[in-house]
Structure formats: C-alpha cells, structure tokens
C-alpha cells in the first residue's frame, strides 16, 4: 500500500508505504490505508480539509463507475468493496478509483512524459503485464471501465498457456517479471549462475546474470525483450499512440530493454504509426503508483 | 469506386459503383469519381447544392487532418493527393476525409449495430484486413490520423510473414480473404476439389467446399477462424469496448464464422471485457462503404 499528498503540478509532498497484510480481513487492511493516508497528510504537514480529493488507483477487476472493487486479483477474498464511498466517508472528501495502470497513464499525461500529447499508451513490466491509456486526451476506460488489459494481446496462439487469463500466449506469459523468472526455471541448466538461484529465481537475477555473461540468461532474457517488442509493436499498431511509456521494475534494465523495442517498432509497425510514436521509459519510478491516484483524483469532485 | 447519397437518418437514396482504373493517371480516376458522384446525385434526383458536404472514405496511408491521400496502398502511383480540397471545389461544398474503415466504424455508430454504444471496433475481413473504432464516443483517428491497424496484430510471433507489413504473425496474414486463399494453395492436396481451381483459388472457393465436405478446406476455414478468434480476443482485451461489429465478404459465411468468434471471447478474453462486449455481423453489406462516407461527411463543415 502507498500513499501521498500531490500538488497539482505533480510535486509529490509525502510518500508512504507499508505492506500489505493480504491475508488479514478486508477491514484491518482498509485500517492500514486509512491510517496510512494520515501519516502521509502529517509528513506534508496537511490536512485532509486541505486536499481537493482522494484519488484510488486500484488492481481489477473493478467497477470505477460505481467506484467498487468487485474482485481485485491481488486481494483475495475481497468482494465488492465500495472503496469510493469508504474513502469519501473516511476523510470527508470527494474520491475516485480507477484501474491502477489506467491511473498511471493519466500521470504520464498530466505530469510525466505525455504532457502535451492526446494519445499515450502506458505498459507496466512489474510481477505482472499490465497497461492504460488516454485516448483523445481523456482516460481511456473501455465499456467496463477496466480500461485496456494490455498483457493480454497474443504473442503466439499455441504458445505458453498464461497464468493470469488462461488462454494461450499471451505478453504477459512472456515478458511480466513472472513469467521470466519462470522461463528461466524451465529452462535451466547445471552450468548456468541462476542454478544457484532456484526457487528464488526472479527476474532480476536473470538479468544480472545475463549481463554478467551467462549464457542461458542471456537467452532468456533476449526472448523476453523480443516479446515485448513483439506485443509492443501490435499496441503501436492497433493504437497509434503519440506516445508509448514504459514503467515497472522489469524497466529498471533501462537502453538494454529499450533500445530494442524502440528499433523493433521502427522497423517493424506499420509506416504511419511508427513515425508517429515516441517509445520512452517512465520517470515516475518507485512514486508512480502515487502519482497516478493523484492524477485520478484530480478528476474527482 | 462507390458513390451514394445518403440522409442524416442513414437512408441510401441512391448508390453508384464503377472499377477503379488503377493503372490510368490520377486526374482520370479523379475525373472518374466526380462523375459517380453525379451520377448519384442525378439518381436520387437531387443536386449538390441540397446536399451538407461530401464524406471521402478510403484506404490509407492518408492524413486525415491535412486532407491528403499521401500514398494509398490499393491506388499505386497516388502521392500527396489533396483529396478534400479537390473535392470542396468539384462540388462546391465542406468536404472531409478518413480511413475508410474508421469512417464505417462511425456509421455503425451513426446507424447500425453500435447505436448507443460508446466503444466500438469495427473489422473487415476482405481482400485484406482491416479495421477502425469508436472510443468514448468519438471517431477514433490516433496520433497520424489512420486509426487502429487491427490487421496487424499478431498471431503468431514466428508465423507467416505478412505480405502488407513484413513481419510475422499478423493477423492479416491469415484470415484475410488473401491470405485464406494463399493458404489453401501452399497446402493443396490432389484430392482436394480445391485442386481444380489452381491459381484462381479464392477464398470463397475454400468455404464452399469446407461447406462441401472437402478435408484441406474445412482444415484451412477452422485455421482461419481460429486465427479470427485469437485477433479479435486480443482486440476486446486491449480496447475493453462495448461491439465489435465484422463486415468485408469472408463474412459471408455467417454464423459459421461468427458462433466460433463469440465462444471464443466468451470463453478466452478476460473477464470484464468478455462480459461487456456483443460480437456481430454488419448488416451493411456493399453499401458499407457509402455509409462510412456518409458518416464522415456528417462531420465535415
């Protein structure tokens, strides 16, 4: 859980973070969120009758209309949580609640990258693959409100079955945190540095491991930025975007996971829309989260 | 080329076509389309003084904001052609011009499947495919005015190259009506009644005799559909819309086409987005591309 005060001019005046107690009952959790709402009104030395809303950017699914979180995957057992009307009530202010992804695009737009810019697709690599988007300058939240599920775009139909959604190849099979440190298990061989890894395998050692030369990682990890490129490139195309940004840990990799993907939608999308696109990683790092519920909020009330 | 009159209510009162002379200079097929034009006026007893503008669909790569036809693919030769302006000063009206697939997109909008809907896409599953939207209700252009490339979203990262963009997998380089035919022909069999049609082989050829029993074309009409399902999947899972409405000649084969793709989606796109959205078939038929137009010159002046 994280929580900040955020000028309107995206200057992010406290920041707080505890974890999340996922195995605690819906209640203790939202204590834990209100509580840490406080702590991050007492660091910017504010109060909640000084802010203009609270902003929610959540996991899905999630119906942002009605502001409820029907059965976000990363809480299990929550059920139809009217988290816009708790957090309204909670601190006597208007609130909103969007798709987290979806949320952090609307930064990117206001704040971050996208400013100036109508179309912008934002992608998160994190321990999943998610993603949003302002199309025509306004949030992009699709006919149920989740906004574009951008992992699940096709790599290869008869590819790796995905964790998330079941069906067959889709990016996030491929390119999320997960799914790389998974590859990597499967595929692992005796000589290789992530032997000594095993279980614990994640993502990042896979990449430490291939810039230091190890073979297998360095497969793994040539695949996992050809993925990306590939769903990279049918986002460019079915969305035209001014503006793809790319955010989550996986992105900490920095030109070694962007350089490809830049020239990989150069060469390989369709003429009008790569001439039109700018591919960038995200400034916002670990805040981004924050700014994106402020950029939600700001669009309450 | 098709021309038609058509009132703000969607009524076609008259409807022209003739070939387009692709290998004649520009100014001769130009000359050829003012004449349409006037032909449907004539038809519907009408002059272009009644009329409110003149809608332009066509395929692209065009810039729709400048007016400009800058190198369309189906008209070999055509660079940078003022398109909108020439046709304000044939007709002396307000003109505008769009993706031709976009522009059918907003007459689904206007007056088919997606009336009071905000999100729709719509595909053409024809000689090639192709595609467009409405977002938010708004004609979805993007950042270099073509709209969606929804034929170019990938299958199969390592599959087929795509005639049209040179790379792999997409969608278009397997159910397109080309591509069904041209898969048909690299797989043909002796006993195949395929056999008999050689070089002429159309895809309509390949779904009368899957309809006929014959084994290699029932193979490559499941393969087609297969490939449509995993398309239009990833379509609802990045636009999350509320129609996707299919139309071009492939979708002549009906409910045998269209069951598959709604068990498919039903099935396999995530949750929200398959609960949300209606899959059909255009009622259009050929008159969709004078409906687009209409629909485009509806928001010109």
Redesign the interface.
């Known amino acids: 859980l994280a929580a900040g005060v955020v000028g309107p001019d995206g200057t992010v005046h406290s920041f707080a973070v505890v974890p999340t107690r996922r195995r605690r009952p819906v209640e203790e959790i939202l204590a834990d969120l209100w509580d840490l709402g406080h702590r991050a009104l007492a660091e910017a030395d504010a109060t909640a009758a000084e802010m203009f809303a609270v902003g929610i950017g959540s996991g899905?699914?999630l119906d942002a209309r009605r502001g409820v979180l029907?059965a976000p995957a990363h809480l299990p057992g929550w059920r139809d949580v009217p988290i816009v009307r708790l957090a309204a009530q909670h601190y006597g202010l208007a609130a909103r609640v969007e798709n987290d992804a979806t949320a952090v695009a609307g930064a990117e737009y206001r704040w971050g990258e996208g400013r100036g810019?109508?179309?912008i697709v934002y992608l998160t690599v994190s321990t999943g693959l998610g993603g949003g988007a302002v199309?025509?300058g306004?949030l992009?939240?699709?006919?149920?409100?989740?906004?574009?599920?951008?992992g699940?775009?096709?790599?290869?139909?008869?590819g790796r079955r995905c964790p998330t959604?079941?069906?067959r190849g889709c990016l996030e099979a491929y390119a999320s945190g997960t799914a790389i440190a998974e590859r990597a298990r499967e595929q692992m061989e005796p000589g290789s540095v992530l032997a000594e890894r095993a279980g614990e395998l994640t993502a990042a050692d896979v990449w430490a491991a291939a810039q230091a030369g190890d073979d297998l990682a360095g497969r793994i990890w040539a695949e996992t930025v050809?993925?990306l490129a590939?769903?990279v490139?049918?986002?460019v195309?079915?969305?035209?975007?001014?503006l793809v940004v790319l955010g989550g840990g996986v992105t900490r990799s920095g030109a070694a996971l962007l350089e490809p993907l830049q020239r990989a939608v150069a060469d390989?999308?369709?003429?009008?829309?790569a001439?039109?696109?700018r591919v960038t990683l995200s400034s916002f790092g670990e805040r981004a989260g924050v700014l994106g519920a402020a950029a939600v909020g700001y669009l309450a009330g």
């Open positions: 899905g699914p029907t810019l109508d179309n199309l025509g306004q992009f939240l699709g006919a149920a409100g989740n906004g574009g599920e951008l699940h775009v096709t790599i290869d139909w008869h959604c079941g069906r050809a993925a590939c769903g490139v049918s986002i195309n079915l969305f035209e975007p001014d390989q999308a369709m003429g009008p829309a001439a039109a696109v």
